[in-house]
């Protein structure tokens, strides 16, 4: 147990001070991209030194260290009781250091509880495999900004001419790109779930961001789809921060699970260029680090 | 785009110089203000500093004691336009002449600008990191008790604190050019 908090305590601080280097590489790539001397150049040149002076202080990359999302994978039988108290006590230790700030407020009272614990807060997800050979846990930190640009489409949906196929969810995930500019702290990821009921649609559509930026969607459709909408925003002119210019998404990763007969939603999450996700995989009891991922 | 180093105070001739698009570096004293104090002064409140000719910046820091004196962790702008019933108001009332913040905010503000002689400069989100080294010292802070600390008005000593003008005192504005350009540049995607 002591050996599991402090993996995790190093998990939420990795998370909170170092970015994964699937969407560093494709910000060095993105500043390639712009052109020099320019307000959209000024923008990313300023983000790769905030980066970089993050991980040297070992400090949080932005001061919103924002929803800390656990996903944990296991074998059958794993303790769940017993690894939430553990994440509970990390998290507790991590707000006290600094790695995280004080986030969890309470919605009616306004209190903050100053410890990122309270009811809803941490959130946990966890799944179990019966040829899992360890425990595989990720987190992911998503800010405030960026997840208030969130948007949950249900189709058809005629203000943005909307059917109910691919070319409908291409329009809803574009418009979402267009209402998101200048807010929640673009260049961003976009993580998308087609399908589901409103609850399982936004919490599939976030789990899109635990794929890394390179990887392929199994479905060819749904490759090409990511692709081409990386490819059209980049061509919209808003650019980092909204200041005009070429990049304004790094990735758009989509998942289908399926729906209702009545129902059709598109459900896009919004993940900001301080894009905090890390992983380990922990030995069956938590006490060992196998392997860092990521 | 044109470089611009700016000292506090900083004069209306100045502010009129400057153009959306522009990249500036200010030296000088900065201090935050976010929620609390813009309905504070909209309440008719009045603050214990003076700030004419000086800057605004939407921002609740992370401050730590170290050896009695208060020391800033991260400082990233917060988004602007929750204050924007409020801004031009508070614009004339303090006499600023810059607001700095993220998100751009709205038509009253820009013509509070326009009619005062103000910018709004937008600082790079999340580089809280970056920002929270051009800060120098903390000189001091007021409303600490009323507000807390995030929401506190906060004296900072920065150096070449690098920010790009997003709504100029002319009626420029940035958010509004890129807006209407990307939808239609959407148009023709779709
Ligand atoms: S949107 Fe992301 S980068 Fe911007 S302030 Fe929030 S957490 Fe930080």
């Not at chain 1, 280097?21 to 905030?50: G, P, S, Y």
């Not at chain 1, 009781?81 to 009616?108: C, H, I, M, P, Y």
């Not at chain 1, 899109?208 to 090409?224: F, G, V, Y």
């Not at chain 2, 038509?107 to 920002?131: M, N």
């Amino acid at each position: 147990m002591a050996g599991l908090k402090d993996n995790l305590l190093e998990l939420i601080r990795r998370t909170s001070a170092e970015m994964p280097d699937d969407v560093n590489r494709v910000l060095i790539d993105a500043l390639k991209a712009e052109e020099q001397r320019t307000t959209a150049e000024f923008a990313l040149k300023t983000i790769h030194a905030n980066i970089e002076l993050a991980k040297k202080k070992s400090q949080p990359i932005c001061q919103d260290t924002g929803s800390i999302l656990f996903y944990v994978h296991g074998p059958v039988g794993g303790d769940q009781l017993t690894f939430e108290e553990a994440a509970r006590e990390a998290v507790a230790e991590a707000t006290k250091r600094g790695f995280l700030r004080q986030n969890s407020v309470d919605s009616l009272t306004g209190k903050n509880s100053g410890t990122n614990l309270g009811p809803g807060t941490p959130v946990f997800h966890f799944t179990q495999a019966r040829d899992a050979a360890g425990l595989d846990v990720r987190l992911i930190l998503k800010g405030g900004g960026c997840e208030n640009v969130g948007v949950q489409y249900s189709l058809p949906d005629s203000r943005i001419g909307a059917d109910r196929d691919l070319k409908g969810c291409r329009r809803a995930i574009l418009d979402a790109v267009l209402q998101a500019q200048g807010k929640g702290c673009g260049p961003g990821v976009l993580g998308v779930c087609i399908g589901g009921d409103r609850a399982t649609s936004y919490a599939f559509s976030k789990e899109q961001l635990l794929r890394t930026l390179d990887d392929h969607n199994p479905s060819p459709e749904l490759d090409a789809l990511e692709h081409e909408i990386v490819a059209t925003a980049n061509q919209l002119g808003i650019g980092p921060m909204g200041f005009g210019g070429r990049t304004t998404l790094l990735g758009c990763k989509i998942g289908v699970v399926n729906r209702l007969p009545a129902s059709y939603f598109v459900s896009v999450s919004y993940m900001c260029w301080a894009f905090r996700r890390r992983g380990v995989v922990l030995s069956a009891d938590g006490g060992r680090i196998e392997k860092w991922l990521y | 785009m044109m470089l611009m180093e700016l000292q506090t105070p900083i004069s209306e001739d100045v502010i009129r110089s400057l153009h959306v698009g522009d990249l500036v570096e200010i030296t000088g004293i900065v201090h935050t203000g976010r929620d609390a104090v813009h309905k504070f002064l909209h309440d008719g409140g009045s603050l214990p500093v003076d700030m004419r000719g000086g800057v605004l910046y939407h921002c609740g820091p992370v401050m730590v004691k170290e050896d009695g004196q208060w020391v800033c962790k991260a400082a990233g702008p917060t988004t602007s336009i929750r204050e924007e019933p409020y801004q031009a108001e508070v614009i004339q009332k303090l006499g600023l002449r810059v607001v700095i913040g993220k998100g751009g905010m709205g038509d009253k503000t820009s013509a509070g600008c326009k009619e005062f002689g103000c910018v709004y400069l937008h600082a790079v989100g999340g580089a809280a990191q970056v920002l929270a080294e051009c800060i120098k010292k903390v000189r001091g802070v007021s409303m600490l008790e009323e507000f807390g600390s995030p929401e506190a008005v906060w004296e900072l000593e920065v150096e070449k604190f690098p920010c790009v003008v997003t709504m100029d005192s002319h009626g420029g504005s940035l958010h509004k050019e890129v807006l209407a350009l990307s939808k239609e540049a959407l148009a023709k995607l779709l």
